[in-house]
């Protein structure tokens, strides 16, 4: 059971990216997958989840308006588009599955497990 994600780059201030989280060895379709990212220095963070229940999403603060999280069951696979970037959205980005089935509206990285090896994006001033 495992997650990669993709997507990740070189962007300029204002512009766009979306990543891809890719599933293997169990189905999405039961699970709330969240976005993180994790600047150097710092703490891995929330961006946003999608909830396997009843198809909300959640987002952080800095991301709202900005990101949206969607899924696609049937390619096992879930996506962040990032809109409007700043430099402050410089990370790797990881996706986790919340292993606690109550995390995703917390966006707590201590709920979620099976990270992924990370994406890096990365946008210049």
């Known amino acids: 059971e495992q997650l990669v994600e993709s997507g990740g780059g070189l962007v300029q201030a204002g512009g766009s990216l979306r990543l891809s989280c890719a599933a293997s060895?169990?189905?999405?379709?039961?699970?709330?997958i969240g976005w993180f990212r994790q600047a150097p220095g710092k703490r891995r963070e929330g961006v946003a989840c999608t909830s396997d229940r009843d198809g909300r999403t959640y987002y952080a603060d800095s991301v709202k308006g900005r990101f949206t999280v969607s899924r696609d069951n049937a390619k096992n696979t879930v996506y962040v588009q990032m809109n409007s970037l700043n430099p402050k959205g410089t990370a790797v980005y990881y996706c986790?599955?919340?292993?606690?089935?109550?995390?995703?509206?917390?966006?707590?990285?201590?709920?979620?497990?099976?990270w992924g090896p990370g994406t890096q994006a990365t946008v210049s001033s």
């Open positions: 060895g169990f189905g999405i379709d039961s699970w709330a």
């Open positions: 986790g599955r919340d292993y606690s089935h109550d995390g995703c509206p917390y966006l707590q990285a201590n709920s979620f497990q099976r």
